[in-house]
């Protein structure tokens, strides 16, 4: 009888991703779905289901060879029910009991974790982390998370909210209001947003001219990717801009790191495709700011499986906890 395969689901607030992986973590087959979330998200572990039966009939696997399925959904989850404490994004305002109604649809048998520690278990398993056990993965997308890994295994916390490295206070009097409420937090400067929110209030304060400058007034907008693109060509407020962020996520890795004292560090999400425009200033930043002996153990570097990452470690689920 040939191995038994992996379903892994990365669930996002528009689109889905599934793939079915060997137990080496190989991806056989991938694909995605849109996310469904109208009538507060009850379509969403129902299309799941249909979409991975259709898959199956067309490739011509038995659902019997399959050994269970892992995702990795947005929001605090409840290891040990499978619950989502709140997923806004996905109209679920309430503990949502995602794990029963997977395995309902499915007939398989599921793990729920959340889609950052997911994220962080894929790098570990097949990516970046190149199977270090004591890791931490940061994502920089439009927001900013994070996935904590300590001896091999995710660190959930009491409450399933370990990691939550975008709340982390970076400026800790004042700094711009978070959607978590609070202000200040690293997410509103080391995102996507927070980058565009940075570069547009040096704009409006300088009248120099230069590249960055000139797409905003041809456009009236600017993309993180502008910033970077303007950064490499060594205009002034662009190398600003990412002088900014390098200082605060810098010194948020190195308290980190100062706590749990990782082998990897691991930068992914979208803005992470920046390079060493952007890795190079938040290393200088990190050994300035760390514990010596952690500073010249810990290793930093950019993820290499993209958004392959999620369905990876949502595969890893289930070969180590099912």
Partial sequence: MSEKWLVGVDLGGTTTKLAFLNPYGEILHKWEIPTDISDAGKNITVNIAKSIDHKLEAIGRPKSEIAGIGMGAPGPVNLATGDIYEAVNLGWREPYPLKDLLEVETSLPAVIDNDANCAALGEMWKGAGNGAKDLVCVTLGTGVGGGVIANGDIVHGISG????????????????????????????IASATGIVRIAVEMLEENVDEGELSTVYKEKGLVTAKDVFDAARREDRIARKVIETVSLHLGIALANIANTLNPEKIVLGGGVSKAGDILLEPVKEQFLRNSFPRVAHSTDISIATLGNDAGVIGAAWLVKNKI
């Fill in 161 to 188: 909210a370990a990691g939550e490295i975008g709340h982390i206070t970076s400026l800790p009097v004042g700094g711009t209001p978070c959607n978590c409420g609070k202000t200040g937090c690293l997410e509103t």
